[in-house]
């Protein structure tokens, strides 16, 4: 489930830094992992070190920092030392997913560009369905261009059986 801004409001269970459930009380808690300190049940302060995201992802920290020098990631910096939060947590997620759909980094980044501009969903949404429909496009000739492939290989393989079957009776 996500909340109005998109964040993942609910935590899992693969994640390193998924929120425990902590009682609720005037006294910060803290996870046994990270210096993040709670109130209650919030889990607004909670933050990952990039070791975290590579792990949780499968990724290298070296493909975060990558979507990082993109524009796709905007970690804290203390010193040398990377602080995701739950925004660049989501917003990986995100990368991941249209990667999935073969979307561009490029039009990730003009989607996020677009939520963070705050000018209302629907141009975001009205954008995302422009790429969704230039990459279905895209899919299905994809999908005509292997279909007449094939249509070819079983002509060739046919002509070659038949050709065969020729040069045996003749033997």
Same mark, same amino acid.
């Given at each position: 489930?996500?909340?109005?801004?998109?964040?993942?409001?609910?935590?899992?269970?693969?994640?390193?830094?998924?929120?425990?459930?902590?009682?609720?009380?005037?006294?910060?808690?803290?996870?046994? #992992? @990270?210096? %993040?300190?709670?109130?209650?049940?919030?889990? &607004?302060?909670?933050?990952y070190s990039i070791? /975290?995201? =590579?792990? +949780?992802?499968?990724?290298?920290?070296?493909?975060?920092?990558?979507?990082?020098?993109?524009?796709?990631?905007?970690?804290?910096?203390?010193?040398?030392?990377?602080?995701?939060?739950? #925004? @660049?947590? %989501?917003?990986?997620?995100?990368?991941?997913? &249209?990667?999935?759909?073969?979307?561009?980094? /490029?039009? =990730?980044? +003009?989607?996020?560009?677009?939520?963070?501009?705050?000018?209302?969903?629907?141009?975001?949404?009205?954008?995302?369905?422009?790429?969704?429909?230039?990459?279905?496009?895209?899919?299905?000739?994809?999908?005509?261009?292997?279909?007449?492939?094939?249509?070819?290989?079983?002509?060739?393989?046919?002509?070659?059986?038949?050709?065969?079957?020729?040069?045996?009776?003749?033997?």
């Amino acid at each position: 489930m996500t909340d109005h801004a998109g964040q993942d409001t609910n935590p899992t269970p693969s994640s390193p830094r998924h929120a425990e459930q902590t009682p609720t009380s005037s006294r910060p808690v803290t996870s046994g #992992r @990270d210096e %993040t300190v709670r109130w209650g049940n919030s889990t &607004a302060g909670t933050t990952y070190s990039i070791t /975290d995201l =590579a792990q +949780e992802f499968d990724l290298t920290p070296r493909a975060i920092r990558y979507y990082e020098d993109k524009g796709l990631l905007h970690p804290i910096r203390e010193g040398t030392k990377r602080i995701y939060r739950r #925004r @660049d947590r %989501t917003r990986l997620k995100l990368i991941m997913r &249209a990667k999935r759909l073969g979307i561009s980094l /490029d039009d =990730a980044r +003009e989607l996020f560009e677009l939520y963070d501009q705050m000018q209302g969903e629907s141009r975001q949404l009205h954008k995302f369905l422009n790429i969704l429909a230039e990459r279905r496009a895209s899919l299905e000739q994809q999908r005509r261009d292997i279909e007449a492939t094939l249509q070819e290989i079983d002509t060739i393989e046919t002509e070659c059986y038949r050709r065969l079957e020729q040069d045996q009776r003749t033997d």
